[in-house]
């Protein structure tokens, strides 16, 4: 299979909240962190989704060159050749995009989309992430509201943002107090901003503790309970079971217990980024430190081509993170689901 269509994407989405389980979105910095991600969902038979955010999109366009719009297109059209060869669908996605960023990255992005669409063409992107979580919840939904249309019109699915997901994001700690925690009444105001479809999909995180980045035991509380107290209080006004398709940011560290519980409640997409990070690094340490004196010219030597051609450790590095994305399928319920 290959890169969904908008209308492959819904199914997946449907899919995942019909059978009760989630995607793993996987952040992805280089061709080849993206490359051993697609290769985990391959070896887990799941369907995913492969996602970038505003520094990992500069990142893609060449360090020193950092132009968001060309990294993410140029990450979109890679995805798009290497995913024909793997056999699992593959959606793509922009996470968190910030106030500050949406003109010169998410809007010029979907504007894009939009033209692409009306030539009869297909989105680069199957969903954006708007996070209006640092300013004020009135403005957060105007925005989404602004930006949905235009999502509408670039055929794409809007992701948003109520309450705040902790620690760092694009460079930026947040702090973590009890913003962390979505309330029922944010939920409500949502439904009445956006409506729960008819004005184009959105799905959503409602954050429960949520912290980006792994720390020591203790110093994170997750509470995904409250996503199915939310999810009751907000049907029990709406008339609609389990309302939100949600999104967990944060998987990394958090407990299998935790995952399926988040899931049970309605959780449909699960971001992962920090422990791919460590799986993709972690044997390319290794690597280094055993074969010290063949990735070195040491003492004069010449060291060994076999040991310092990128590819070498690279097999490796792709290796373990391709391992750590079965874990996440694992812990999703996503095993054995693809749907192609
Ligand atoms: O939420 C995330 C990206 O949006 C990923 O969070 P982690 O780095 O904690 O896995
Ligand atoms: O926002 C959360 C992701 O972990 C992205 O991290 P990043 O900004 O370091 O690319
Ligand atoms: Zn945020
Ligand atoms: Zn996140």
């Avoid at 019109?153 to 948003?160: P, Q, V, W, Y």
């Amino acid at each position: 299979m290959a890169i969904a269509t908008p209308e492959i994407y819904n199914e997946m989405l449907d899919r995942a909240r019909d059978g009760k389980f989630a995607y793993p979105a996987i952040n992805v910095t280089s061709s080849q962190t993206l490359t051993a991600a697609i290769r985990g969902f391959a070896e887990a038979e799941s369907d995913g989704i492969i996602q970038v955010s505003v520094g990992g999109a500069e990142y893609w366009s060449g360090s020193t060159v950092k132009d968001r719009v060309a990294g993410s297109l140029a990450m979109a059209a890679y995805a798009r050749e290497i995913a024909k060869n793997y056999d699992v669908t593959v959606a793509l996605h922009t996470d968190h995009c910030a106030k500050q960023n949406i003109d010169s990255w998410i809007r010029p992005i979907m504007e894009l989309e939009a033209e692409e669409v009306k030539a009869g063409r297909l989105p680069f992107f199957q969903s954006h992430m708007w996070d209006g979580s640092a300013v004020p919840l009135d403005e957060n939904l105007e925005i989404a509201k602004e930006l949905l249309a235009l999502s509408v019109k670039a055929n794409t699915i809007l992701e948003i943002e109520i309450g705040v997901v902790g620690g760092e994001e694009d460079g930026v700690k947040a702090e973590i107090n009890e913003k962390l925690y979505t309330t029922t009444e944010d939920a409500l105001k949502t439904v009445e901003a956006l409506g729960l479809g008819e004005n184009g999909r959105y799905i959503t995180a409602l954050t429960f503790g949520n912290v980006h980045g792994v720390y020591k035991p203790g110093a994170v509380k997750l509470r995904p309970e409250i996503l199915g107290q939310i999810q009751e209080e907000v049907a029990a006004k709406v008339g609609k079971e389990q309302p939100f398709d949600l999104v967990m940011h944060g998987g990394s560290g958090s407990t299998a217990e935790e995952i399926a519980t988040a899931v049970r409640n309605g959780v449909i997409k699960m971001n992962v980024d920090t422990d791919t990070q460590y799986a993709f690094t972690r044997p390319v340490a290794d690597w280094m430190l055993k074969n010290y004196d063949g990735v070195l010219k040491v003492d004069g030597e010449v060291g060994n081509k076999k040991q310092y051609d990128p590819r070498a450790w690279g097999k490796a590095a792709e290796e373990g993170m391709a391992a750590r994305v079965v874990e996440a399928c694992e812990r999703l319920g996503s095993v054995g689901k693809k749907m192609r």
